[in-house]
């Protein structure tokens, strides 16, 4: 059934916080089936395999899963052409509402804002990848979205990987140990590359 639902509300619903928790100790990462842009399914074990990985979970319309963006972006293309390295980020929105999030038509209406607003980005860089049986589908901009629930909750991202809440990062080794995995948002305005740099640190060990 699709619901309005207020966006504050949304947001405490799901246990989402501006403030970053570290999660269980997630041992490696699951056998997990994604969507790419071209429709073919992949599974997020196979992908990070003999590789570095940093993996994102994101959706619509998470303020603090948009706020971290940029710096993700910095992150994909420091590393975007290294053979060993693979970044992976996941939507639990649908392949559809994020084309309707990137889609600049220039109306007041359009999700594009919510782009531009939280992120400060016309586009993203990075290469997506989407859920097969957990997609929200998303439309509208404003106080109220129009939000549609998942078929199968128990396959969404957080009760799969077992976090929190959104956005979540998690960093792997070539071995497929677990550097780093941290639900919301580590910001500081005073220190506004700090993540980058934290990031990096740990993906350019981990790639000695």
Request: glycine share 4%; hydrophobic share 40%; with cysteine.
């Amino acid at each position: 059934m699709t619901n309005k639902i207020f966006i504050i509300l949304l947001f405490t619903f799901l246990g989402l916080s501006s403030l970053a928790q570290r999660n269980k100790k997630l041992k490696q990462i699951p056998d997990y089936y994604v969507l790419t842009n071209e429709n073919d399914s992949v599974n997020v074990k196979e992908l990070v395999k003999g590789k570095v990985a940093f993996i994102n979970f994101w959706f619509i319309p998470c303020a603090p899963c948009f706020m971290e963006m940029e710096t993700l972006s910095q992150v994909y293309d420091k590393y975007r052409n290294d053979t060993n390295f693979v970044f992976i980020s996941i939507s639990k929105s649908s392949q559809a509402s994020v084309a309707r999030l990137l889609e600049n038509n220039n109306a007041d209406t359009s999700m594009h804002q919510f782009l531009t607003r939280y992120a400060g980005l016309d586009t993203l860089s990075f290469p997506i990848y989407y859920t097969t049986s957990c997609a929200d589908e998303v439309s509208g901009f404003g106080p109220y979205y129009r939000f549609s629930s998942p078929a199968q909750a128990s396959a969404c991202p957080h009760q799969v990987f077992g976090f929190g809440g959104y956005p979540d990062n998690i960093i792997v080794d070539k071995k497929g140990k677990v550097l780093y995995n941290q639900s919301g948002i580590a910001y500081d305005p005073r220190r506004p590359d700090y993540m980058v740099k934290h990031y990096t640190a740990l993906i350019d060990q981990a790639l000695k």
